[in-house]
């Protein structure tokens, strides 16, 4: 019996076991169709995650419940995005073709995820809210203990006169006003901290000297913030007080192990505590060293003032240096980051300050901290634009970056 039919001569000259060509084109179509479907059952699943994010936002009036459904549902989304690239990749890229279309899908999918990874970490950097740079656990700010004791208080003022350094005699004032001093010290005590996270995040990922240095210099800054603001409280109460022990302070966020996305999350966080937070905190305190009535309080409104304005420039030379290395992937988490800013925010104060009255002292009321909010957050949203602009253009001519996770 002859066989001169090549195809007859392929399936019977095949090895055994082997499935003839058609049926590898065959078995590849059916696995190609069921990945599809499977993909498109993942997809279907992510947009139902994301939608179920959105809604729990909005409907809920309690900041927990709120923080928890969204956080469930983004990792929902995450995952069933995850997922669904992983299968259309494959599924397309067993059809003649598919592969640019499979790099497509998967690109697309990369920026969606760096937007929303953006937007989560400013997120959880915003649900609580207070002045200049801090560490956080979960998106909870991470404060020290108060203790008695006067190792923070050296900053060299004394009470002077039957008042002191405040014009009120009122005992009761006197004390909820050094209290409050005492809660600005906490924060520029943890920002402390903060800048000793920024230092370690900048070497492991190899930044240059110069910001590993203004990094270095801020935390200095931030340890001269808090002796005065300590000093400053015990001028006004004649109570030694201060930082205790911080434990928490070592325990605070790392960078992901993957280099685009410490990258983006450096990005991110240099964007809200940097450029925003330390920003709004620079414009409050020079309006609070015009509106204040005390001598003594103005001079250090005004020297923490010039610094926190020079902080944020180096949160902007940390993102600005973020976009260089990152590219597109930092820029989408940056864009994510804008979107998911809150329009006001709110710190802690004492109800006898809201209303603006103890400004003669130092201490922000509600107003000047939305004006300045507001002021700040539409500068932030400008001037992120604009850096990724000028960022595209400058890596244009080298090949402008895609997502890449690595
Ligand atoms: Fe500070
Ligand atoms: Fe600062």
Redesign the pocket.
């Known amino acids: 019996m002859e066989h001169s039919d090549p195809q007859t001569l392929d399936s019977v000259y095949a090895a055994p076991g082997s499935p003839s060509a058609d049926a590898v084109r065959l078995n590849a179509a059916t696995r190609a169709a069921k990945l599809r479907a499977r993909a498109s059952k993942l997809l279907l699943f992510s947009l139902a995650g994301f939608g179920l994010s959105i809604v729990a936002m909005a409907v809920t009036s309690s900041a927990g419940l709120g923080t928890i459904l969204f956080l469930g549902s983004a990792l929902v989304a995450f995952a069933g995005a995850g997922h669904s690239v992983a299968a259309l990749t494959t599924g397309l890229g067993a059809a003649p073709g598919g592969v640019g279309i499979a790099s497509a899908v998967g690109l697309v999918f990369g920026n969606l995820f760096m937007t929303g990874l953006g937007a989560f970490a400013a997120l959880l950097s915003t649900m609580t809210f207070t002045r200049?740079?801090q560490i956080r656990s979960r998106g909870r700010i991470l404060l020290p203990p108060i203790e008695q004791g006067d190792a923070w208080t050296g900053a060299g003022l004394s009470s002077s006169g039957p008042i002191g350094i405040v014009d009120t005699d009122d005992e009761e004032t006197r004390r909820a006003l050094a209290a409050q001093w005492r809660e600005n010290g906490r924060t520029?005590h943890a920002?402390v901290a903060a800048?000793a996270r920024l230092t370690l995040d900048l070497m492991a990922l190899g930044a240059p000297p110069d910001l590993v240095a203004d990094a270095s210099r801020?935390a200095l800054?931030?340890i001269r913030?808090t002796e005065l603001c300590f000093g400053l409280a015990r001028a006004i109460d004649g109570s030694s007080e201060s930082p205790g022990a911080f434990p928490e302070a070592a325990r605070a966020r790392m960078l992901p192990r993957s280099r685009t996305l410490a990258l983006a999350q450096l990005a991110v966080d240099s964007l809200v505590d940097g450029a925003l937070h330390?920003g709004v905190?620079?414009r409050i305190i020079a309006k609070l060293a015009r509106r204040c009535e005390a001598p003594a309080i103005q001079t250090i409104l005004k020297e923490?003032a010039a610094?926190?304005g020079r902080?944020?420039r180096h949160g902007w030379d940390v993102v600005r240096w973020c976009l260089a290395e990152g590219g597109q992937s930092v820029a989408h988490a940056l864009e994510g980051a804008l979107r998911a800013l809150p329009k006001t925010m709110s710190s802690p104060m004492p109800d006898a300050a809201r209303d603006g009255r103890w400004e003669r002292w130092g201490i922000m009321g509600e107003e000047l901290e939305a004006a300045e909010h507001e002021a700040t957050r539409a500068d932030l949203e400008r001037r992120v634009g604009e850096a990724i602009a000028a960022n595209r253009s400058r890596q244009s001519a080298f090949g402008y970056g895609n997502v890449s996770v690595g």
């Open positions: 200049g740079r520029e920002s800048f801020d800054d931030e913030h330390e905190s620079a923490i610094d926190e902080h944020a």
